[in-house]
């Protein structure tokens, strides 16, 4: 029964990462500058999961690795005195789609809520299990 819970635990912390992840991306979605404050723009996220447990137990979900979206950059007109424009006035913007990322963002939240209401059922069957044995 507790394995039950590790398993509905694990796919909890994997799909928060996963809203973490998805989090970032809407957040830098305009973002054209890297840390150091070089012209690099953000490449989305991406998480990959695997089954198992990182400790190596069959059962449950981890993330695997967090990915760099290597698709091309959007490449926006901004006029041929902009700073960062190209000779033909476009600009490289980051490839970041807003509503991609609320598809994602709800399929993660339905999947964290189904994990949430599996953890209830488990703690429930415990529940009737120990009154049970008492």
Known sequence: MFGALDI????????????????????????????????????????????????????????????????????VYVGEGHPLADENGNMNMPNVDPMMEMVNAVEASRAYEANITAVEATKSMLNSAIRLIA
């Not at 992840?21 to 957040?27: G, K, Q, R, T, Y």
């Not at 070089?38 to 490449?43: C, D, L, S």
């Open 8 to 75: 509905s635990t694990s796919a909890l912390v994997a799909q928060r990462t996963r809203l973490n992840v998805i989090s970032a991306n809407l957040a830098n979605q305009f973002s054209v500058y890297d840390d150091t404050g070089a012209y690099n723009p953000y490449r989305r996220r991406d998480v990959v999961f695997e089954a198992g447990s990182a400790d190596g137990n069959p059962g449950g979900v981890h993330v695997k690795e967090i990915l760099v979206d290597r698709a091309p950059l959007r490449s």
